[in-house]
């Protein structure tokens, strides 16, 4: 049984765009950011996770997350961790890697005994709003939570695909990044929004 509450740390353009959805989509979604004073329908990150079901969403720039997360380890036990954060070099030269792993394969290094599933990291906010059929791959290592996120994207209109395999996180992270850098450095806006379709 799919949970009803989906988690989702961050609120700027990838959080609240993805919250959207949700909500849009039926879920009761609870939203933690550091400065909950600062915008409405946000909670703490720390209640945010204490008052998780099963699946949390990481919106955050991949730093920041890896910095945070360690504090969390044992309240993200067993839980569904969705990574759809690009960790992307300050000078967008490239995407980071960790000792030859992807960032989702570092994040699963960080925590060991949750299962770390990679989507909506290569799609922009204007779509992940509203996908209206767009193409998400979802990737990850554990067949059980791969299968529940692609069941919760495609009741949030997405199209996907599945990969069995988190290694292959390394080749969606650098898809992610050759989009953004067509964007961003080479047509200098990201007017280009990224919305494939099989
Ligand atoms: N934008 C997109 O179209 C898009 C699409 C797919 C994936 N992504 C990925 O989603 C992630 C977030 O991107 P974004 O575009 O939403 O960025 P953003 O608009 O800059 O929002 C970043 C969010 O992270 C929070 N944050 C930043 N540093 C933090 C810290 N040290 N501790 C706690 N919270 C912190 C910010 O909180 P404050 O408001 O308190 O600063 C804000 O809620 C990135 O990893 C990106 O690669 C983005």
Same mark, same amino acid.
């Given at each position: 049984?799919?949970?009803?509450?989906?988690? $989702?740390?961050? *609120?700027?353009?990838?959080?609240?765009?993805?919250?959207?959805? /949700?909500? *849009?989509?039926?879920?009761?979604?609870?939203?933690?950011?550091?400065?909950?004073?600062?915008? $409405?329908?946000?909670?703490?990150?720390?209640?945010?996770?204490?008052?998780?079901?099963?699946?949390?969403?990481?919106?955050?720039?991949? *730093?920041?997350?890896?910095?945070?997360?360690?504090?969390?380890?044992?309240?993200?036990k067993d839980k569904i961790?969705?990574?759809?954060m690009n960790p992307l070099k300050g000078d967008m030269s490239g995407v980071e890697t960790f000792n030859g792993k992807s960032g989702a394969q570092h994040l699963q290094s960080q925590l060991p005994e949750s299962h770390i599933v990679q989507t909506f990291n290569h799609v922009d906010a204007p779509v992940l709003e509203n996908p209206t059929g767009a193409f998400q791959f979802v990737v990850g290592s554990d067949k059980d939570s791969v299968n529940q996120v692609a069941? /919760?994207?495609?009741?949030?209109?997405?199209?996907?695909? $599945?990969?069995?395999?988190?290694?292959?996180t390394k080749e969606t992270e650098a898809f992610a990044f050759l989009w953004i850098y067509y964007s961003a450095v080479i047509n200098q806006n990201f007017t280009a929004f990224l919305k494939l379709h099989k």
């Open positions: 049984m799919m949970s009803k509450i989906i988690t $989702v740390i961050g *609120n700027g353009a990838a959080g609240s765009s993805i919250a959207g959805n /949700l909500r *849009n989509s039926g879920f009761e979604v609870k939203v933690g950011v550091r400065s909950p004073e600062n915008s $409405v329908n946000t909670i703490s990150i720390e209640q945010a996770i204490q008052e998780s079901e099963e699946i949390i969403i990481w919106a955050l720039p991949y *730093n920041a997350a890896i910095d945070l997360i360690g504090k969390y380890e044992n309240d993200l961790i969705i990574d759809m069941n /919760l994207a495609k009741q949030m209109k997405f199209d996907v695909e $599945v990969i069995y395999d988190l290694d292959r």
